[in-house]
């Protein structure tokens, strides 16, 4: 089961931005023109990723969270203090923190 949240940022330049950051991050670990899959390497599961990115180009990038760690959570706030994002559950449309979405591993 995956935990769903968007991404919303105030650009496509930022959208493209964090993107490019996804990609060149520690936990990488494939991507397609679809999607960008991040996975621990100390991960014990065997899910094919504990975190995957989609994006629709314009303003939103969408994260499936299949695993929640430090390394993720340290990993996604480097890349996102750089930028003026909000964050949103997709299964409830409330806005949320990292800390709130990451709070069982920090």
Known sequence: MSWEYSINLDSEESVSSVVTDLKICELFSSSTTDYIDWKNPKSIDS??????????????????????????????????????????????????????????VI
């Open 47 to 104: 899910t094919p990723y504990d975190a995957r990115f989609y994006t629709d180009k314009k303003k939103t990038i969408y994260i499936a969270i299949n695993s929640f760690s430090k390394n993720i959570f340290s990993a996604l706030k480097s890349i996102l203090a750089k930028q003026n994002y909000h964050l949103t559950d997709c299964d409830t449309d409330e806005e949320v923190t990292l800390e709130h979405i990451f709070r069982s």
